[in-house]
């Protein structure tokens, strides 16, 4: 439930403006509406959106409220999380000029395809962590009042941060969709920030939350299994 005590439904105001949002965006920098790409992705981060919020309206809606409000957020997140929009009203302007206004890439439909799948596949991942992960906030907190403790299952037996792991395959599958390879070149940029994030939030994390120093020592990888 919310602050409020009401149980919260799924925002369909709030999916439409995004989608509508974005699409502009994509479509008047692109000088067309013709691009079967970003109307899958804008499917896609639509459906997927609401079929997530859906579920957490029926299963956990007391994450579903925290996820929708920013209260208790670290002062650096803050700072962290204000540069990531900046960088997406950026990197998708210069996707659809690259793709479809000036077609200075020609990626392979099959990569297109791929794109897609990553993106898909990013949903799954953040569905199996807010079923293992009741504490999953958009921010970077401790939540004292819910009980936080730390979480060792799903997801989080192979990776300490799967939300931010699914958000490298949004990051990389998103230009491959779009058929932009100059949108790749900022995909490094939006990973070194995650990277910095999770890195920062398990400093905080060790210092504050209960039995997670012990989980670094169990669980090795932050983002990608086998690599980092």
Excluded at 85 to 112: E, G, I, N
Excluded at 143 to 161: D, N, S
Aim: hydrophobic share 50%.
């Amino acid at each position: 439930m919310d602050e409020n005590g009401n149980h919260p439904t799924i925002n369909l105001r709030g999916a439409v403006f995004t989608c509508v949002g974005l699409g502009t965006l994509l479509f008047l920098t692109a000088g067309t509406v013709r691009w079967t790409g970003a109307w899958l992705f804008l499917l896609e981060i639509t459906i997927g959106g609401l079929i997530t919020e859906a579920w957490l309206a029926r299963h956990d809606p007391g994450l579903l409220a925290e996820r929708r409000t920013v209260r208790g957020q670290a002062e650096w997140d803050r700072v962290i999380t204000s540069i990531m929009p900046l960088l997406w009203l950026t990197w998708l302007p210069l996707m659809a000029l690259d793709a479809v206004r000036y077609q200075a890439s020609v990626v392979p439909f099959w990569l297109q395809c791929a794109g897609a799948l990553m993106i898909a596949a990013s949903f799954y991942i953040v569905y199996r962590t807010y079923r293992a992960n009741s504490y999953a906030a958009p921010v970077v907190k401790i939540q004292r009042e819910r009980g936080h403790a730390a979480v060792t299952t799903g997801p989080y037996a192979y990776v300490r941060h799967p939300i931010y792991a699914s958000g490298l395959l949004t990051y990389a599958g998103t230009p491959l969709l779009l058929g932009s390879w100059y949108g790749l070149v900022i995909v490094p940029v939006m990973a070194a920030l995650l990277g910095l994030r999770s890195m920062m939030e398990e400093r905080m994390l060790t210092a504050e939350l209960d039995g997670y120093a012990e989980y670094l020592g169990r669980v090795r990888y932050r983002l990608v299994p086998m690599v980092w």
